[in-house]
């Protein structure tokens, strides 16, 4: 059978290289034949079939004729053996011709019809997964698989890498076949660089064949190729962390000689490798470490910072197989930190006592090892008559001042590592104000019960008087509150502070609650009267309600005194006023001289000339009668109302019963139950308030046990603790450790205050 196919009967745009594989048959007076082309991507053939009758030359095509055809797939590296990539048609595996490289055989099951003439045949193949280059001659196909030399060069912009295959001699091609090329797997997030491998020899330059993520080909010949890529920087960013035992790492942008520190770089995932660290000044290197590390960070230390001050650069490189990673920060070392000073307690009492807590002020780390010195303001150093290193950042210093007085010294601190420091501490020195033969008098007063019983009958007695005069009309009321005022002023003063109105200093603090001056009084209590003080000067008035009390004020030329009292009424604060501008005015009669010069500093000379004055005007013996009677009076009440809250208790218990018997209804129990709680909290607040006032009364008087210092000591740590944590609750800066603290130390004081409501019950 002759048969010319010309361009009508063919479609060559569906071919490649114009190539048919024809299949023709003999039907009668037609002939009838089939044709396959392969159009990218290579992956399917496409048969046609048509026929032209043997007679007239008429053709036909797009016809459903079904029958055998041939497939031809064309690999983009060369020919090969079916078997050699996995060629599968329609998922059956395609037979090698021995010897026929290109070529093979496949049987898939029929029939396959097509109504337009076209039918479809999927053709799949591994050959993507194979790494290797291979070598080609007749029946004979060659593998190697070896291993490429990789540099790489890192910058913060970008990394490089050089892949270096050495296809020569023993690894190279062999002298025979053809069709020669090379597969490289390279790390999936890795990109060419150039479009073209380079021969290093030759200088020639093969185009990439295939470019796909993971993997380069091109067809090759024996030399040196060299492949250029480039790759991800897997350090995301670097922190710096200072360390110190006991404490957390502090991320910083700076340190000082002599600091361990640790360098961390976070990683884009996780990996495993070798960092390196590396630390430079001008360009030359001055410090390196390394590690190995596994994970998304790398940390690698640079303890016992030994370089000198100035800037630096660290440089971090981590290395894991065919993942690079650099970064680099600048950072500055100092000779020394700047530090600060914090007063966790001050104590005047027989000593001057400080505990002070020294720490940096870039990590907040605590110093060691430091120099602590004291100096008057006049620069004279105070010898401390012990000082004391705990080795935590915490210094104690205690010292004698010269004599009485308000002081003002600065505490300086230095060191090795550190910047000099100081703080300016102010405070008022005295010894125990009561001279020996008065406490003695006092003791002898409250200890005595047949002279408080006479007293108080006294009093009784013109209770009853006044009653009757209050029966008598409204002008013998107002005679009997301004006849009462005194007492009344008396019993309720609490506080006197006297300042220098030239200088603003105080001279001369009394409490009279405790009898004594207070450490905590000075550091604390008497700042917040001086500024309250301050308030009533620029505003004018001379009378002031506070959270803390009233304040009356008064003043004369060279000073101003402001009185601390609990509640009183306008007849009290009229009499103590009078009181007030008396005592200073006895005061500037005695010592006015020496109060125009003073400009601050010892107070010793002025001392018995306050008392002295005090002592006139208001009675001291009288007063301090009050204030024991104030006491008793207060811890009788306490015990009273502890009684009222155990029987509330008794009565809710009680409730409880009634209400499990069902003998109250939910309602009426809830209730009962809600007012009781109501009445408990009413009395409670009650008893806080009389423990508050009874934690600032002197206990020295009451206590006539062997364990007066004992109980003296602990009486005055848990008052100056309470008032310190207050101060922190009133500013919201109560932590919940510090509540919980608070409320123990309360509680501890209620109890201490009952152990003396027992002692004065036994000892009256």
Known sequence: MNLSLNNAMLNASNTVNNTFFVVLESNGIWAEWFYVDDEEPYN???????????????????????????????????????????????????????????????????????QDGIVHFDASSSWNDIVYFNVSKANSVFYRKINAATTYA?????????????ATEDHGFPDIGSGMFINVSIPADWWNTTPSSLNNDTGEERVYLVNAPGMLLFEAENGTWIIQCG?????????????????????VSGAVVGDNLTVRGALTATLSGKANLTILKDGG????????FGGGTVDVGWFNVSVESGSYVVRLLVECGLEVGLIERSFSVSDRAPCSIRIDRLESTDRV??????????????????????????????????TEDYGNGSYFVEFTPPGEGFYKFKIVVSGSRIETTSVTVELAYSPPPLPLGLVVGVLSLIVQSAQSAQFSRVLAFLGVSVAAVVAGGVVGGRYYRRWRAPVR????????????????????????????????????????????????????????????????????????VVCVTGKVGRLEVEWL???????????????????????????????????????????????????????????????????????????????GELFERRALSVEEYERRVSELSREKEALEQKIASIDDTLSRMRVRELIVTGKVEEVRARFNEIRAEIDELRKKEEKGELTDRERKRLRSLEKELRKLIDELGKIEAGGM
Not at 154 to 166: F, H, L, P, R, Y
Not at 237 to 250: A, H, N, Q
């Open 44 to 114: 399917d053939g496409e048969a046609y079939a048509g026929r032209i009758n043997l007679t007239d030359g008429s053709f036909e095509i797009g016809l459903s004729i079904p029958g055998d055809f041939l497939v031809n797939v064309f690999l983009s590296y060369g020919p090969a053996y079916p078997s050699e990539v996995g060629l599968k048609i329609e998922g059956a595996s395609v037979l090698d011709f021995p010897g026929k490289r290109g070529v093979g055989n496949c049987t898939i099951n029929g029939p396959f019809e097509s």
């Open 489 to 560: 002023a008396m019993g309720a003063v609490e506080n006197v502070l006297v300042t220098h109105r030239e200088t603003g200093l105080p001279l001369w603090n009394f409490d009279v609650l405790s009898l004594d001056v207070d450490a905590t009084l000075v550091s604390g209590f008497v700042s917040a009267v001086r500024n309250f003080a301050e308030e009533m000067r620029l505003g004018g008035f001379n009378v002031l309600e506070t959270r803390i009390g009233t304040f009356v004020r008064a003043e004369s030329e060279l000073l101003e």
């Open 154 to 166: 890192v910058a913060i912009s970008e990394v490089k890498w050089n892949v270096t295959i050495d």
């Open 285 to 292: 290197k001055v410090f390196e470490n390394q590690t190995v």
């Open 231 to 251: 790759g991800p920087n897997v350090l995301s960013f670097l922190t710096i962390y200072s360390l110190c035992e006991g404490f957390s790492p502090v991320s």
């Open 577 to 655: 006023r009078g009181r007030l501008a008396e005592f200073l005015r006895l005061v500037e009669a005695e010592a006015g001289s020496a109060l125009r010069k003073w400009e601050g500093g010892d107070v010793s000379e002025f001392r018995d000339v306050f008392r002295r004055a005090f002592s006139s005007v208001f009675n001291y013996p009288r007063l301090v009668r009050l204030h024991e009677a104030r006491m008793r009076g207060l811890i009788k009440e306490r015990g009273r109302l502890t009684g009222a809250i155990a029987s509330l208790e008794k009565e809710a218990r009680k409730a």
């Open 353 to 386: 006592r400080i505990l002070l807590y020294v720490s940096r002020n870039d990590t907040g780390f605590p110093v060691t090892n430091a120099t602590v010195k004291l100096f008057y303001i006049n620069g004279s150093e105070i010898v401390p008559d012990r």
